[in-house]
C-alpha cells in the first residue's frame, strides 16, 4: 500500500508518499514563515495564494523523492478538517484533481487526528487507547483516543490556543513571529519565577477546558500597567523581556501538563500522546516529562519536526485505508471544529 498525503490547512504546503508500515518514502514541506512574518501572523487570503503557487512542486518533489508515480499510488489523502478555508481548499481540490486524473481512492484526513498520529511514525509503538492532547497555533484540545480512527473530544480551549498566546505575547514582548520559538529563546535567559503569571482552569478538576486569553492580558497589564494601553512604545529591559518570557511560558506549560494529567485521570488511561507546534516547546517537554515520571504514565511527544505541521503526520489515511474509510469527490472542507 502506497499513499500520497498532502496538508495545506494552515501556512504550511506539504506532501508525503508513506507505505502501509509507515516508512516516509518521500516527503515535502514549503513554509510561509517568511512570507506572514511581517504581519506578524497568517494572513489567511496570502496564504492560500501561496499555497496555490507551492502545491503542485511540493507534491511532485514528495513523489519524485519516492520514486512513485500516480499509477503506483492505491489512495490519495488530504487534510480537509480543521484549517482555513481558503488554505484547505487548495490541498483538497489538488487530490480530488489527482483522484480524477488517475482514478484512486480519495481518503479524509483530520488535521488534529493526524497530530496526534505524528507520535505513531515517530516511535513505531502500538499508542492506542490514549489520551491525546493538541496544542497548537489554532487549537488546544483534549481527546480519548480508543483506536486510530476514534477520537472523542474531552475538551477545548474556551478562548485563545496555547500557540496563538504565545505568538500575542512574543509581539507585546517585540519578538519576532511565530512567537513560541521566540518566546522559548528569551526564556533561557529568564526566571520563570519572576512574575506569577495565572494558571486559568487549572483549579476546575471536573472540566477539561482551557483557557489562555487571561493569561495573554495578564502578561499585558505587567507590560503597561492595568487600564492603560500604550505598551508597545515602553522601553523594557533585555531580563525584562526574558523574566516575563520564561514566567508566561511555565504558566502557559502548567496549564497544558496539569489538564493533560486531569484527562489522563478521568479517562483512567494510561498512555498521553502530544501533538502541535506548540508541543516542539523544550519546557513543555521537560515538564511533561517530569510529570509522566512522578504520576507514572506513558509519555510520547513527536519530535519537533513532527509538531509543527507536515504531511508525514497523514500517515493516519493508512489506518482509514485499511478501514475502507474512503471518501467520494463531493467531499468538502470543514474549517471549523466544534467546541465542547
Ligand atoms: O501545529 P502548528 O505548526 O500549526 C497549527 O496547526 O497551528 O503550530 C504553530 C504554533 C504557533 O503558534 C507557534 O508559535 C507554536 O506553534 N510553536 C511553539 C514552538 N514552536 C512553535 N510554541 C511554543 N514553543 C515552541 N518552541
Ligand atoms: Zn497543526
Known amino acids: 500500500m502506497l499513499i500520497l498525503t498532502i496538508e495545506s490547512s494552515c501556512d504550511e504546503t506539504a506532501a508525503a508518499v508513506v507505505d502501509e508500515r509507515r516508512n516516509v518514502l518521500g516527503a515535502s514541506l514549503a513554509s510561509q514563515i517568511d512570507v506572514h512574518q511581517r504581519y506578524g501572523g497568517v494572513v489567511p487570503e496570502i496564504a492560500s495564494r501561496a499555497h496555490m503557487e507551492a502545491i503542485l512542486p511540493v507534491i511532485s518533489e514528495a513523489m519524485t523523492q519516492a520514486q512513485?508515480?500516480?499509477?503506483?499510488?492505491?489512495?490519495?489523502?488530504?487534510?480537509?478538517?480543521?484549517?482555513?478555508?481558503?488554505?484547505?481548499?487548495?490541498?483538497?481540490?489538488?487530490?480530488?484533481?489527482?483522484?480524477?486524473?488517475?482514478?484512486?481512492?480519495?481518503?479524509?484526513?483530520?488535521?488534529?487526528?493526524?497530530?496526534?498520529?505524528?507520535?505513531?511514525?515517530?516511535?513505531?509503538?502500538?499508542?492506542?487507547?490514549?489520551?491525546?492532547?493538541?496544542?497548537?497555533?489554532?487549537?488546544?484540545?483534549?481527546?480519548?483516543?480508543?483506536?486510530?480512527?476514534?477520537?472523542?473530544?474531552?475538551?477545548?480551549?474556551?478562548?485563545?490556543?496555547?500557540?496563538?498566546?504565545?505568538?500575542?505575547?512574543?509581539?507585546?514582548?517585540?519578538?519576532?513571529?511565530?512567537?513560541?520559538?521566540?518566546?522559548?529563546?528569551?526564556?533561557?535567559?529568564g526566571d520563570p519565577k519572576a512574575y506569577d503569571f495565572p494558571r486559568p482552569m487549572l483549579s476546575e478538576k471536573d472540566r477539561l477546558r482551557f483557557s489562555f486569553s487571561g493569561l495573554k492580558t495578564a502578561v499585558r497589564y505587567k507590560l503597561a500597567g492595568v487600564g492603560k494601553v500604550d505598551f508597545a512604545s515602553q522601553q523594557?529591559?533585555?531580563?525584562?523581556?526574558?523574566?516575563?518570557?520564561?514566567?508566561?511560558?511555565?504558566?502557559?506549560?502548567?496549564?497544558?501538563?496539569?489538564?493533560?494529567?486531569?484527562?489522563?485521570?478521568?479517562?483512567?488511561?494510561?498512555?498521553?500522546c502530544v501533538g502541535g507546534g506548540v508541543a516542539a516547546n523544550a519546557r513543555f517537554r521537560e515538564k511533561a516529562l517530569d510529570a509522566?515520571?512522578?504520576?507514572?504514565?506513558?509519555?510520547?511527544?513527536?519530535?519537533?519536526?513532527?509538531?509543527?505541521?507536515?504531511?508525514v503526520m497523514g500517515a493516519i489515511a493508512i489506518e482509514r485505508y485499511k478501514a475502507g474509510l474512503f471518501s467520494d469527490l463531493t467531499l468538502d472542507v470543514s474549517p471549523g471544529l466544534l467546541r465542547d
Open 68 to 189: 512513485v508515480t500516480l499509477d503506483d499510488l492505491s489512495a490519495i489523502a488530504c487534510v480537509n478538517e480543521p484549517g482555513l478555508a481558503g488554505s484547505l481548499l487548495v490541498g483538497l481540490s489538488a487530490a480530488k484533481a489527482l483522484c480524477v486524473a488517475s482514478g484512486k481512492p480519495l481518503i479524509a484526513i483530520n488535521h488534529l487526528q493526524a497530530h496526534i498520529y505524528a507520535c505513531r511514525v515517530a516511535f513505531d509503538e502500538e499508542l492506542f487507547p490514549c489520551v491525546g492532547l493538541i496544542a497548537s497555533g489554532g487549537h488546544t484540545s483534549l481527546y480519548r483516543c480508543s483506536t486510530p480512527i476514534d477520537f472523542e473530544p474531552l475538551g477545548a480551549t474556551i478562548d485563545d490556543a496555547a500557540g496563538e498566546a504565545f505568538d500575542k505575547v512574543a509581539a507585546m514582548l517585540g519578538l519576532p513571529y511565530p512567537g513560541g520559538p521566540s518566546i522559548q529563546k528569551a526564556a533561557e535567559r
Open 236 to 272: 523594557i529591559d533585555e531580563q525584562t523581556r526574558a523574566d516575563i518570557a520564561a514566567s508566561f511560558q511555565e504558566a502557559a506549560v502548567d496549564c497544558l501538563v496539569g489538564k493533560a494529567r486531569q484527562a489522563l485521570k478521568k479517562c483512567g488511561m494510561k498512555t498521553l
Open 292 to 311: 509522566a515520571e512522578k504520576y507514572r504514565f506513558k509519555l510520547y511527544i513527536a519530535p519537533p519536526k513532527l509538531c509543527s505541521d507536515n504531511a
